[in-house]
């Protein structure tokens, strides 16, 4: 249970969660590595499951929506000294990891098939090739595996039945990344029902702006800022609603390195006031909350986020 803290944070406690509920705040995504908590035949250990359960259950506590994904199994593995990153989009790995990724996601829906709408489940987190490409990958064939992938996630929620038949399911693009190529390359499994499929992709762009990066680094939030967040939201919601699917920002922020927080004020309201015109919500990713104290980090940002959409 250890693995709990290694990011740094205390434990979560329901206190923790009410703290969070209580500002307005009515989503919460539970960012979750199975991994290190599964045998040899990939059944994952009672105790991690159970605590697992367990915060779930303060987020249902607190009247939440609950997004329940796959982390650290996904994404980077190359310098990795912990095992993980073994779910991948590279095409020759796809036969391999669907029996670990359906286990998985059998005993995940199993475990929570009588937990009512407000739970959601997510595939999995920022998948990449193998080869770590967080831009457009080269093997065209990673946007076909992704789309196999996420066919196996929803066939296998729905096998489990009870409320996982008609549980909204989260699917992602490629690094849950917006450009063109990864957009393009997105589709949407089958299902037995219609309209309980959602898309999430991620956002920290401006990548200069929002990101510390050493170099080409931006400070100031200017007319070159909106006008690459107008593209990238405008192309997000043409190409979800050419395949009628709705959509959120499973992630987005910007980190307050260097930044004066009036910068980043902007930036947190200018993007949720476009999030306001096209109606998908957003998950902030870093930052604002203590979670030792229960005191907010950042109340400039949390407020500007509200201001955002008119809250």
């Known amino acids: 249970l250890d693995w709990e803290t290694v990011w740094g944070q205390p434990k979560t406690t ?126 065209a064939g990673c946007y076909e595996t992704i789309t196999k992938l996420e066919q196996d996630f929803v066939n296998t929620v729905r096998a489990t039945g009870g409320n996982n038949e008609w549980r909204n399911l989260v699917i992602n693009t490629y690094s849950a990344g917006t450009t063109p190529a990864k957009l393009a390359g997105f589709q949407v499994p089958e299902d037995l029902h219609s309209n309980h499929l959602l898309a999430s992709v991620h956002s920290y762009d401006p990548y200069n702006f929002c990101n510390d990066n050493g170099e080409g680094n931006v400070y100031v939030w200017d007319n070159s800022c909106t006008a690459e967040v107008d593209d990238f939201t405008q192309r997000v919601d043409t190409r979800f609603s050419e395949l009628g699917i709705p959509y959120i920002y499973g992630e987005f922020g910007a980190i307050d390195e260097k930044k004066d927080m009036g910068e980043r004020v902007k930036y947190a309201q200018y993007v949720t006031s476009k999030m306001k015109q096209y109606n998908p919500t957003g998950l902030w990713w870093m930052g604002l909350f203590n979670r030792r104290t229960k005191k907010w980090n950042e109340p400039e940002i949390v407020n500007a986020l509200f201001n955002g959409i008119g809250k």
């Open 14 to 139: 329901q206190a923790i969660i009410d703290s969070i509920a209580v500002k307005g705040f009515n989503i919460i995504r539970i960012p979750v590595t199975w991994f290190p908590h599964m045998d040899e035949n990939w059944q994952v250990r009672d105790i991690w499951m159970d605590r697992v359960q367990e915060v779930v259950d303060y987020v249902m506590q607190a009247n939440c929506y609950c997004i329940l994904n796959v982390q650290h199994d996904s994404g980077a593995r190359n310098g990795r000294t912990d095992g993980g990153g073994w779910l991948s989009a590279k095409p020759d790995e796809y036969a391999e990891n669907t029996v670990k990724f359906q286990s998985l996601w059998k005993q995940i829906a199993t475990r929570f098939k009588d937990y009512d709408q407000r739970l959601l489940f997510e595939a999995f987190n920022e998948i990449l090739d193998g080869n770590d490409t967080w831009g457009d990958p080269a093997d």
